[in-house]
């Protein structure tokens, strides 16, 4: 199935692909050739991509997926190659984020601090399962 990734800058993806993992708005779905027409909001998560027997993983950061006639056509806000995220930062990002949350004295600071905290806390979770499948078949719940 021909699958299209775009950002608000530009086309990050379009491929085939044999099969997606999506992280939905009530959880996660896979894709596979012929599926059933769906219109689907996307949460921040990881967007898994099969190519053959090779998984690339995404850290997504919502936004809604068109599954029709062979084609996925997703939308995102921002999506990152997991090979690309550095663990390590991510995770501190993750922790300064949610430590300003807790502190924040305003509801805006608050809700900058937690969207900082959902885009950290996706792209911590691709890195994990991006090293932890080193390629092969998704590892969920690690």
């Given at each position: 199935m021909?699958?299209?990734?775009?950002?608000?800058?530009?086309?990050?993806?379009?491929e085939e692909a044999d099969e997606l993992l999506l992280p939905t708005n009530t959880g996660y779905i896979g894709i596979l050739k012929d599926h059933a027409?769906?219109?689907?909001g996307l949460d921040n998560g990881v967007?898994?991509?099969?190519?053959?027997?090779?998984w690339r993983f995404l850290a997504l950061l919502g936004g809604f997926g068109v599954i029709k006639e062979g084609r996925v056509n997703i939308l995102c806000r921002d999506?990152?190659?997991?090979s690309e995220i550095n663990l390590e930062e991510a995770e501190q990002l993750a922790a300064t984020?949610?430590?300003?949350?807790t502190k924040s004295d305003s509801k805006k600071g608050y809700?900058?601090?937690?969207?900082?905290f959902d885009r950290e806390t996706?792209?911590?979770?691709?890195?994990?399962?991006?090293?932890?499948?080193a390629g092969g078949s998704?590892?969920?719940g690690n």
């Open positions: 021909e699958v299209c990734i775009v950002k608000p800058d530009r086309i990050f993806f379009k027409p769906l219109v689907t967007l898994g991509v099969r190519q053959g027997t090779t999506i990152q190659d997991a984020a949610k430590e300003s949350m809700i900058e601090n937690q969207l900082k996706a792209r911590v979770a691709a890195a994990k399962m991006y090293k932890e499948s998704p590892v969920f």
